[in-house]
Structure formats: C-alpha cells, structure tokens
C-alpha cells in the first residue's frame, strides 16, 4: 500500500496488521503524522518484539503428551513483558514433565521463553489462546 504524505514523497507501507489513525493531514489530503499504534489486526499478539500465534499454542498442545489445553496471558510487570503459560494437564499425566517439556518446547516455537507456568482447570483457559493483559 502507498500513502502519499506530500506531492512527489510516496511511502510504502507494509501489512503488519498494525491499526493507528492519522492525527494531522497535510493541505493537500495527505497524511503528515500518525498517532501511536492503537492496536493490532488479527489474532497474533507482539511479546517482546516477537508475534506469537495461536498456532503456535495449537502446536504445543498436540506435541506435548499429558498437555491437556494451554493457553497464554500476556502481562506487564517491571517494565517488560511477561508470558504467562497455563494449561491443564491430563490426571494420568506427570504434571512436573509436562511443564519441563512444555518450558524445553516453547522457546524452540516460539524464540520466546516462558515467564512463569500455571497449571489451572480447562474451565479456566476459556476459548482464547493468548490473551493479552497489558
């Protein structure tokens, strides 16, 4: 997509799923400034300038044994970005190994690594795989 901020200055803008507004428009019905970003398009959430997806969550469930469902909340605390994972493993799973393989798995998907691991009911997780607290 091309924007045209002046007479004679295009500027190509690439589908980052980024949504902001222009704040000012110059006289001839350009945009001369865009506000911050207000939110994204789509359901990937940016961690620490890394998108993780909710296949990436999909993916993590079906590869690890015991991995009942999971899913991500995103939070904020001492000035960065926290990921917090929690899943729901299965009774006759070793609950310790499958958050060890889970931790071991993560990074590797993801180029991310888990803040803290929470082991919660599948009541809780709901029907959103990342959710976005900041």
């Known amino acids: 997509m091309v924007t045209t901020l002046a007479r004679g200055w295009p500027m190509i803008r690439f ?16 945009v001369s400034r865009i506000a911050p970003l207000q939110g994204r398009v789509g359901a990937a959430v940016k961690v620490r300038e890394i998108f993780i997806y909710p296949a990436h969550v999909e993916s993590l469930v079906r590869q690890i044994a015991g991995l009942e469902c999971a899913a991500l909340a995103i939070t904020w605390s001492g000035n960065r970005d926290e990921i917090i994972g929690l899943i729901t493993v299965s009774p006759n799973a070793d609950p310790q190994r499958v958050e ?35």
């Open 15 to 30: 589908g980052t799923g980024d949504v902001s507004i222009a704040i000012e428009t110059s006289p001839d019905g350009g």
């Open 100 to 134: 060890d393989e889970l931790r071991q798995a993560f990074p590797v998907t993801t180029r991310l690594r888990l803040d803290h691991v929470k082991h919660v009911g599948k009541e809780e997780i709901g029907d959103r795989p990342i959710v976005d607290n900041r």
